[in-house]
């Protein structure tokens, strides 16, 4: 099975900062990797999809990079609406894996 | 617009059967693929099962041999028979559709407790 695993679990940052979460995959996934947004209590959205691809109606603000196993997202200017876990999610193989998820918190 | 609405969650005690639905509207549930992904409380996503628009199956090590992804398409609805319930399977259930590899629907849920 492919692992995915995800830094930092927690991060706490302000609002207008830059904010970056790091996803790790255990063997090369190419560029099959989606990234969502989990808000408390709710069912998770796609913000990201082939890794680097911005889903329709996701904010600018929200962007993708990387190939192979190393993965990042990252928040440009983080809002309160961020406040939320963010998980990646690797399609390339089954069982499709999940990293263990990132909590944002608003300072 | 597409819909996804899980029902079918609850209270089961260990050893029991449960079968989970997930009705369908704005899409065709046959056309694309659909996955159970569930999340045990205070927990991350784990992806359960998959049903392709062929017909083919796969499923986690977890529930293998005891979890049964099916879908009727004069209903549009997706199922998840879940058999031999353990206290590891509780969780909210979520039905979600793939556009390509990436889930892009998801249902909001239904909680199954297992629990004596």
């Known amino acids: 099975d492919i692992q995915m695993t995800q830094s930092p679990s927690?991060?706490?940052?302000?609002?207008?900062?830059?904010?970056?979460?790091t996803c790790r995959a255990s063997q090369t996934i190419s560029d099959w990797l989606a990234w969502y947004q989990q808000k408390p209590g709710k069912a998770p959205r796609l913000l990201i999809y082939r890794a680097s691809s911005l889903e329709s109606g996701v904010p600018s603000r929200f962007s993708g990079s990387g190939s192979g196993t190393e993965f990042t997202l990252t928040i440009s200017s983080l809002q309160p609406d961020d406040l939320a876990s963010y998980y990646c999610q690797q399609y390339k193989n089954y069982p499709r894996t999940f990293g263990q998820g990132t909590k944002v918190e608003i300072k | 617009?597409?819909?996804?609405?899980?029902?079918?969650?609850?209270?089961?005690?260990?050893?029991?059967?449960?079968?989970?639905?997930c009705a369908a509207s704005g899409?065709?549930?046959?056309?694309?693929?659909?996955?159970?992904?569930?999340?045990?409380?205070?927990?991350?996503?784990?992806?359960?099962?998959?049903?392709?628009?062929?017909?083919?199956?796969?499923?986690?090590?977890?529930?293998?041999?005891?979890?049964?992804?099916?879908?009727?398409?004069?209903?549009?609805?997706?199922?998840?028979?879940?058999?031999?319930?353990?206290?590891?399977?509780?969780?909210?259930?979520?039905?979600?559709?793939?556009?390509?590899?990436?889930?892009?629907?998801?249902?909001?849920?239904?909680?199954?407790?297992?629990?004596?």
């Open chain 2, 27 to 116: 899409f065709i549930v046959s056309s694309n693929y659909m996955s159970w992904v569930r999340q045990a409380p205070g927990e991350g996503l784990e992806w359960v099962s998959v049903i392709y628009s062929g017909g083919d199956t796969y499923y986690a090590d977890s529930v293998k041999g005891r979890f049964t992804i099916s879908r009727d398409n004069s209903k549009n609805t997706l199922y998840l028979q879940m058999n031999t319930l353990r206290a590891g399977d509780t969780a909210v259930y979520y039905c979600a559709r793939h556009r390509s590899g990436e889930i892009d629907y998801w249902g909001q849920g239904t909680l199954v407790t297992v629990s004596s």
């Open chain 2, 1 to 21: 617009e597409v819909q996804l609405v899980e029902s079918g969650g609850g209270l089961i005690q260990p050893g029991g059967s449960l079968r989970l639905s």
């Open chain 1, 10 to 21: 927690t991060l706490s940052a302000s609002v207008g900062d830059r904010v970056t979460i």
